[in-house]
């Protein structure tokens, strides 16, 4: 699986001027090829508390964390649907995903927020990118690049590559512009073999986005 690394750009009232400066500059600099249109819808649902009952009032001295649920749809994965709940990131496919969040609305869970994204997928050499800007509803989130490096399954090897990419583009900067590198799993070793070579999966590139998306 190749390696991703996610930038965002929150709004500043110039979004989508931004948006078009980074397709500008990227096509100046390396003249990619327009592939594909790509899109993104990401769910976020919290836990609805229970009903208090008098005796559960005074024995909880403080109340729980609430626990939230996302899911993703990313176009270019249409037969997966990433689902992130306690930390835990899985797969699923439409059916499952239809049958597990009818039962969750149902009283168990409440729709949060709900945040859409549309744009071009550049592919050049080694790298594959993908531009877009977020929205929820008609609020203009920001502008989001994901980075795609190819030739490498190791994020060792690939964030520093994909790093120093966007820092050719010359993308804007300052305190709220994240990136966003997840931590893949350690390829045959338990939790103890820490120097163990970590390969990447199309699930670190679902929790890339989740933690992204997650309060926008």
């Not at 060792?156 to 994240?178: A, H, K, T, W, Y």
Request: aromatic fraction near 10%; glycine fraction near 8%.
């Amino acid at each position: 699986m190749p390696v991703t690394g996610l930038y965002f750009c929150p709004d500043s009232g110039t979004t989508q001027a931004t948006a078009l400066a980074i397709r500008d500059r990227l096509s100046k600099l390396y003249q990619p090829v327009i592939s594909a249109k790509w899109s993104l819808e990401h769910r976020l649902l919290r836990e609805n508390a229970p009903p208090q009952t008098p005796t559960a009032t005074t024995t909880s001295s403080q109340p729980s964390q609430p626990r939230f649920l996302q899911y993703l749809d990313l176009s270019y994965h249409p037969a997966k649907k990433f689902c992130l709940v306690d930390k835990t990131i899985v797969t699923l496919d439409d059916a499952f995903e239809q049958i597990l969040t009818a039962k969750l609305q149902g009283g168990l869970w409440g729709m949060r927020q709900t945040l859409k994204a549309e744009g071009e997928t550049f592919t050049l050499e080694d790298f594959r990118i993908r531009i877009a800007m977020l929205s929820q509803g008609t609020v203009i989130k920001g502008v989001l690049v994901e980075v795609e490096y190819l030739p490498c399954m190791y994020l060792e090897q690939g964030e520093g590559v994909i790093r120093d990419f966007i820092e050719q583009l010359g993308l804007p900067s300052g305190g709220n512009v994240r990136l966003y590198f997840s931590q893949a799993a350690k390829v045959g070793g338990g939790a103890d073999d820490s120097d163990g070579p970590r390969e990447f999966s199309i699930l670190d590139t679902g929790m890339q986005y989740m933690e992204l998306l997650r309060f926008r």
